[in-house]
């Protein structure tokens, strides 16, 4: 056999069925071609002396890369004012009159070039790709007009093109009604439907389509009426579900057959039964919900007892979620909402791949899918949730190519 890239004397978190984590000790896995060839105990590897790198990670562990299945990546600006302003008690009102809120992030949005959002986004990747993140979904939203959503997608593109990370490039013009349609959602969400989602489609910038689904966001009526006009153009489709209040949301996600439910604060039994019947995997954020002070934690009794799977995300985005570390998403994951550690794990591989529609390819060690990689300094997966902001990512890997390292290389 041959290789282009061989890992050996580790221990490979495979994050399969077979015991917990898919644990493999003493370890080894072979690369060729970008993908996954070999793999299985490093004294029965098939090669003595290998024509290739070798890179001896004794003494780690390794994953598959890391799948972020929730971002808002793309956008300028911060969410300083607001945060200074929330942490002193102000109301929402107050933060919109001061300049902040949404209606300040949509006028940041528009006012911003293309060239600006890219620029601004680029250390943000860079961080999730030191991070581990070697796929990563990218929403639009916070433009809420034709040019600027548009912008948000083809930055998308971009950065997939121009960094070693797959992303997955999600329509969320639904994610606020735009000021000028100010108490005409409807027309809103035509104007969705007739111009701004078939642009996109055409232009080849959109993987998914997305909406705010809550008793301050949009009804299940209008997301049923904007997901029949996804499914009429083959997208899949997911939701900010249940987030502040109990809007069914996860059930319209489930009627779709869609790919994930997100947040989910406030879903109820019913909701969590129709998702797990449905197939839908919930897309837990403690960023948003740390940042925002909820109390309310999402029911991950009833998805365990239920049957539907947890991801994690880090939801990325400048109001509620200023974050780029998945580590430390696990650790709130375990914390807040009671994850194990092998769940919070999961979340961020075998389920975050699963939440894109992508889990044929990716998320988990095996023969046969993409060599998407990552080395952590750790002696066992359990500490990536267990330190507090802590990030242990020691070489990233995507598609069989070496693409950040955090410490000299140990290569042979
Ligand atoms: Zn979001």
Redo the contacts with the bound molecule.
């Keep these: 056999m041959s290789f282009d890239l061989i890992i050996r004397n580790t221990t490979l978190a495979c994050m399969t069925d077979a015991q917990p984590y898919g644990l493999l000790e003493r370890g080894a896995l072979g690369v060729k071609d970008g993908k996954i060839v070999w793999l299985g105990p490093d004294q029965d590897f098939p090669v003595e002396f290998p024509a290739c790198p070798v890179i001896d990670a004794s003494g780690m562990v390794v994953t598959a890369g890391l799948v972020d299945c929730?971002s808002?990546v793309v956008h300028v600006g911060d969410g300083l004012l607001d945060f200074e302003l929330k942490i002193t008690g102000a109301t929402r009102d107050e933060i919109a009159a001061a300049g902040g809120g949404v209606g300040g992030l949509v006028a940041r949005s528009r006012a911003a070039s293309e060239e600006q959002l890219y620029c601004e986004t680029v250390p943000r990747i860079k961080a999730m790709i030191a991070s581990g993140i070697t796929t990563l979904e990218s929403?639009s939203g916070l433009g809420l007009d034709l040019a600027s959503e548009l912008n948000v997608m083809r930055v998308s593109r971009a950065l997939a093109r121009d960094f070693p990370l797959d992303v997955q490039s999600t329509f969320l013009g639904a994610h606020g009604v735009a000021p000028e349609y100010k108490d005409r959602a409807d027309d809103y969400i035509d104007f969705l439907i007739e111009r701004i989602l078939p642009a996109a489609v055409q232009q080849g910038l959109v993987d998914a389509v997305d909406g705010f689904c809550d008793s301050i966001g949009f009804s299940p009526a209008q997301m049923t009426r904007l997901f029949e006009a996804a499914s009429s153009h083959g997208l899949p489709v997911k939701l900010?579900a249940d987030q502040y209040t109990d809007a069914g949301a996860g059930q319209v996600v489930a009627r779709f057959n869609g790919l994930s439910a997100?947040h989910l604060e406030y879903a109820s039994k019913a909701t969590i039964a129709a998702m797990a019947e449905a197939g839908v995997v919930a897309g837990l954020?403690p960023g948003?919900n740390w940042m925002l002070r909820e109390t309310q934690m999402p029911p991950v009794h009833w998805m365990r007892e239920l049957g539907v799977e947890m991801a994690l995300a880090t939801?990325n985005?400048p109001i509620s979620s200023p974050v780029t570390m998945p580590t430390m998403m696990m650790n709130m994951g375990c914390v807040r909402f009671g994850l194990t550690a092998e769940e919070a794990v999961a979340a961020f591989t075998r389920v975050g791949a699963k939440a894109l529609g992508m889990a044929a390819d990716r998320g988990t060690l095996e023969v046969g899918k993409v060599a998407d990689l990552v080395i952590w300094d750790v002696t066992h997966p359990g500490e990536l949730p267990y330190r507090i902001a802590h990030n242990p990512c020691h070489t990233t890997i995507k598609a069989g190519a070496v693409c950040y390292q955090a410490a000299p290389t140990r290569l042979q």
């Design positions: 929730h808002h929403k900010h997100d954020l948003a939801n985005n």
